[in-house]
Antibody, heavy 115, light 112 residues
Framework: EVQLLESGGGSVQPGGSLRLSCAAS????????MSWGRQAPGKGLEWVAS????????YYADSVKGRFSISKDNSKNTLFLQMNNLRAEDTAVYYC????????WGQGALVTVSS | DVVMTQSPLYLPVTLGQPASISCRSS???????????LNWFHQRPGQSPRRLIY???TRESGVPDRLSGSGSGTDFTLKISRVEAEDVGVYYC?????????FGGGTKVEIK
């Protein structure tokens, strides 16, 4: 059974940084693309970033490009999202997902950006 | 960017009756390899989303056959043949044929 467990969420001031982690199990992590999505309070779903399983290519939404960085540690079966220069509009629940097609989702990590 | 437009935004339904959600894309979702990567997700209140259907019409394991996906090109539909109480929540379509990946705005399904 695929399991994805996010951690690292919390409250931060505008301009601050956070690093989210996603521990994966139940599948061959090194072989799969992985993604991050988010959902602002009371809003819909938004794709944030993806990391290629084989080619290690990275893709970012325009809203986070240059501020967020996605990475993958296959030795630890862990996906990361480094978030810098955070803004109020980045406040959301952040979900880790398997694949570019969001096959399976984690339970989410809340990130609150507020002064 | 591909804009995904869902309708209706809100869908009150009667138990046992059919329901249908439309998802339209601003450009064809057929990619260079001839594949159409259109997914449907369901999110119950307080829960993470769950993928129901991928590549337009293939149901995930465990998804009842009351739910079906159809469509092609720019026009897609999710149908529930007989609504049950567990079907309440918000449904999202998402395209993964073109970067950036984009979601529809969601359709909230409630029981009348």
């Amino acid at each position: 059974e695929v399991q994805l467990l996010e951690s690292g969420g919390g409250s931060v001031q505008p301009g601050g940084s956070l690093r989210l982690s996603c521990a994966a199990s139940g599948f061959t992590f090194s072989s799969f693309d992985m993604s991050w999505g988010r959902q602002a309070p009371g809003k819909g779903l938004e794709w944030v970033a993806s990391f290629g399983g084989r080619d290690t290519a990275t893709y970012y939404a325009d809203s986070v490009k240059g501020r967020f960085s996605i990475s993958k540690d296959n030795s630890k079966n862990t996906l990361f999202l480094q978030m810098n220069n955070l803004r109020a509009e980045d406040t959301a629940v952040y979900y880790c997902a398997k694949g570019y097609h969001f096959d399976s989702w984690g339970q989410g990590a809340l990130v609150t950006v507020s002064s | 960017d591909v804009v995904m437009t869902q309708s209706p935004l809100y869908l009150p339904v009667t138990l046992g009756q059919p329901a249908s959600i439309s998802c339209r894309s601003s450009q064809s979702l057929v990619n260079g390899d001839g594949n159409t990567f259109l997914n449907w997700f369901h999110q119950r209140p307080g829960q993470s989303p769950r993928r129901l259907i991928y590549q337009v019409s293939t149901r995930e394991s465990g998804v009842p056959d009351r739910l079906s996906g159809s469509g092609s090109g720019t026009d897609f539909t999710l149908k529930i043949s007989r609504v049950e109480a567990e079907d309440v929540g918000v449904y999202y379509c998402m395209q993964a044929s073109h970067w950036p990946l984009t979601f529809g705005g969601g359709t909230k399904v409630e029981i009348k």
